[in-house]
C-alpha cells in the first residue's frame, strides 16, 4: 500500500489518505476540540511556535495543529488526489 504524504509546513508531514477534514481553528468548537484532543494526548502540534491557522482532523482521532492557511492545505490536498 502506497502512502502519499501532504506537507503542512515546516517539513512535516500527513498521510494523505488518512486526512478526514482540514478546518480553520476560529470557532468555539474547533478551539474545544483542540482542548479536549490535549487533554486525551491526540494532540500534534506541528505549528513550531507559530499560530494555528488550521487543524486537521486524521481518522485516528488525532488532531494536528498547523501554521499553513487551510485553503493552502486543501489546494496541496487536492493536487496530490489528482496526481495519484
Known sequence: MKETL???????????????????????PMKR???EAREDDRLIDATHGRRT??????DSNHVVLS???PE?????YLNLKDAG
Open 72 to 76: 493552502t492545505i486543501s489546494q496541496r
Open 53 to 58: 491557522r488550521s487543524i486537521i482532523i486524521m
Open 6 to 28: 501532504l506537507d503542512i509546513g515546516f517539513k512535516s508531514n500527513v498521510v494523505v489518505e488518512r486526512i478526514i477534514a482540514i478546518i480553520s481553528p476560529n470557532s468555539a
Open 33 to 35: 476540540l483542540k482542548d
Open 67 to 69: 501554521s499553513v492557511h
